[in-house]
């Protein structure tokens, strides 16, 4: 495992778009690894002792953005510890040592792409400039049911309709500039995401084999 040639892809799309359920399946296929901000930032609002944890619980719950040092953190410490298990060959972040990470649900407004691009692309030696973006789309009326199905058994606090509703306007305004400025400077790869899993994994699969090559 060469660390010069770490690539990094973001995965953006509306909440509900199905971005966990595809990198999970992308994972399967060819060992990336997967770092949900998501996962992470509810991880940390569980942790025991966490300072953060109260206002993790409160952001997510209206649905706006933990502040960007809390989420960078945590995913310079997810990306250091996964280099650092795949240099040892212990770790199962890449079963077969592509040295690809899927960041998940990040960046999420311009100023967190910008604190990516600063702070965590030299960590990695990472390679792929401009960023590349594997971005799903489908309607707001598709997410909306997928998330409303999905909150009868998920427990997570956000997955109700008040919530989900904010979730929408935070999207709209703070993370589709994200998703128009990679765009202009560089590869997206949009997935219409409102087809199966199965389907939407083969377009992912295409998609993301066009922006890598
Ligand atoms: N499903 C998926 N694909 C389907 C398909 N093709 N056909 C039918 N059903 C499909 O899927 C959602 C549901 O739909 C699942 O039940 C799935 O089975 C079904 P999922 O793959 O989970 O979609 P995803 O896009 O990952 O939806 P998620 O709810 O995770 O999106 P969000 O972007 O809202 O959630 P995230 O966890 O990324 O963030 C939550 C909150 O954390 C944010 O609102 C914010 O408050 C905070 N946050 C930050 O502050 N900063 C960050 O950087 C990241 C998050
Ligand atoms: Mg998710």
């Known amino acids: 495992f060469d660390s010069e040639k770490v690539k990094v ?14 990198c999970k399946r992308l994972v399967e296929d060819f060992g990336f ?25 409160d952001c997510i719950k209206e649905g706006s953005l933990v502040p960007v040092e809390v989420t ?38 311009m100023d967190q792409a910008e604190r990516f691009e600063k702070q965590l692309r030299p960590l990695a030696t990472v390679l792929c400039t401009p960023s590349i973006v594997l971005y799903f789309t489908t309607t707001e009326e598709v997410m909306l049911f ?21 979730r929408f306007r935070t999207y709209k305004e703070q993370t589709m500039p994200v998703i128009e400025h990679y765009g202009k400077v560089g590869k997206v790869a949009e997935i219409d995401s409102s087809a199966s ?10 998609g993301l084999k066009k922006v890598l090559s």
């Open 33 to 57: 690894c997967h770092l949900s901000a998501g996962d992470l930032l509810r991880a940390e609002q569980n942790r025991p002792g966490s300072e953060y944890g109260q206002l993790i619980r």
């Open 197 to 206: 899993v199965e389907e939407v994994h083969k377009r992912a699969s295409e």
């Open 72 to 109: 960078i953190t945590l995913l310079k410490n997810a990306m250091s510890d996964a280099l650092k298990e795949n240099r040892e060959g212990s770790g199962e972040s890449w079963k077969d040592g592509k040295g690809l990470f899927l960041v998940d649900g990040f960046p999420r407004e």
């Open 9 to 22: 892809v973001f995965v953006l799309g509306g909440p509900g778009a199905g971005k966990g359920t595809q």
């Open 146 to 166: 997928r998330l409303l199905e999905r909150g009868k058994t998920s427990g997570r606090e956000d997955d109700n309709e008040e919530s989900i509703k904010k």
